[in-house]
């Protein structure tokens, strides 16, 4: 599977139709951005069941701004439209596919679970 560039106006809609979506937010200034990119692409053909998606933030400063990326690159993963990993900095592809097999593991009502409880504990 190839990895698809995402904008502000298709990036919710990507999250929410695809099981797991990673996305890479990245810049062409940016080295270490460039040196992951291989890596990425690499683990994006490896992986047909996961959307691989990069966000150029230069091109789409709001975007990256709306889910305060503050460092790039930034890696989110996410999981039936949940946001269940984000770091800043480029991952080897061992670490790279670690991240994969654990989002893919995920007990997604163990996690909704958990947000529930936090959600019950900020109201009260």
């Known amino acids: ?19 797991i979506v990673l996305v890479d937010f990245w ?5 270490p951005c460039r ?27 709001a975007l990256a701004a709306t889910v305060n990326i503050r460092s790039i690159p930034t890696i989110m993963a996410f999981r039936e439209g949940i946001l269940v990993y984000s770091q800043a900095g480029a991952m080897p592809k061992p670490a790279l596919e670690d991240l994969i097999s654990q989002v893919e593991r995920l ?3 163990v996690v909704r679970a958990k947000i529930a409880e936090r959600k019950a504990a900020a109201s009260a």
């Open 107 to 109: 007990d997604m009502a």
């Open 27 to 31: 810049a062409p200034w940016c080295g």
């Open 35 to 61: 040196a992951f990119a291989p890596v990425f692409e690499r683990a994006a053909q490896d992986h047909h069941g996961v959307v691989f998606a990069k966000v150029d933030t230069q091109a789409e400063p």
């Open 1 to 19: 599977m190839s990895v698809t560039n995402l904008t502000a106006a298709d990036f919710e809609s990507t999250i929410l139709d695809n099981e």
